[in-house]
């Protein structure tokens, strides 16, 4: 017998967030989310996203026993956006059993059209920021931490209940050169004396976050806009992002372009790689966790390259040079072995042909399912 419950009380969210722990155990690949940033993310008093979105989550249990789970979001300001009527699906984790995976997608669809939504789709989070896409290769490669790994029958199980592909994005594993590539650094000199422009070498985090705060996400927000699921952040939003990336943010690795005007116009966030860190700690930074994290933060043989982000007056014209050379340059100089570039659209030739001058693997892809209701 299966049965479907409301997640309502603190020993529901606790359930809802550790069952992945459970289903994954065991699994080299999966990288959690840290469990108290994803406790606070289902707290309307400490996730900001809820002043935007509406919310309800759901598990499953099947003879008594907790068999899966399921949120489902009503992103306001995306609707907004794109003036149609949907609802997100996140954190889908369910055991391989398609009966299972149909009362969990009942459930959030028969909310969603209670909410006066008539699409839903996903695996999508809160924002662009939040993990995103259901990943349908790589299953043998690990996860980077901002992104989320799933079981290869997550596929069927959602294809099974109605949902079609809308849109999917790659990731590129690339390699760190022997030695620079002149042409390429060539090209960024050029560049920076045709436009005027310098790299930002930020003494500290905090100096960055001070000085250069509401200039990164009005790039961040200029870049983003047109893509698939993206919303803008309020305020408040802004202040809690940079407070959950702020433990895993290292200054030698924020790549910043200035204009003759001091200003923002490009920037390139790569995160020391902290995924095997919080494998081993399941999701946990006490009380060894930390010790963990900030060893591979310190000294990475990786990283990931979170954002990359140009602002559209300066985009075509040859700024993603000085990003690459410089994360080039970074990658030799610091021994990195490999960068994972995370997620891009796979029609985005543009974006993903600036990692040509490495060499790089195609290696895993992520699918966001649609679906009228």
Partial sequence: MIEIKEVKTKKDIKKFVNFPHKLYKGNKNFVPFLNIDEINKFNPKKNESYHDCIVKCFLAYKDGELVGRIAGIVQKLYNEKV???????????????????????????????????????????YNDLDREGLLIEGFDQMSTFEEQY????????????????????????????EEVNERVDKIADVVSKRYNLRLLTPPSIKWFVDKYKDQFFDVLDAAYSPLYGVVPFSDKMKDSLISQFGLILNKDFIIGILNEKDEL?????????????????KGRILPFGIFRMLKQIKNPKSVDLGLIAIRPE??????????VSHLMHGMIEKKIEYAETNLMLEDNTRIQGQWSVFDYIQHKRRRSYVKRI
Wanted: proline share 3%.
């Fill in 83 to 125: 003036n149609e009527k949907r609802a997100r699906f996140s954190r889908f984790d369910c055991i391989d059993d398609n009966e299972v995976a149909k009362a969990l997608f009942d459930a959030v669809e028969k909310w969603a059209k209670q909410e006066g939504m008539d699409i839903i789709h996903g695996p999508m989070g």
């Fill in 150 to 177: 799933n079981y290869d029958y997550y596929g069927k199980l959602i294809e099974n209940n109605g949902f079609e592909k809308e849109v999917d994005w790659v990731e590129y594993r690339i390699f760190a050169p």
């Fill in 265 to 281: 116009i490009a920037f390139g966030l790569v995160f020391p790689s902290i995924s095997e860190s919080v494998n081993k700690s």
């Fill in 314 to 323: 300066y985009q075509n014209k040859g700024v993603n040079a000085m990003i």
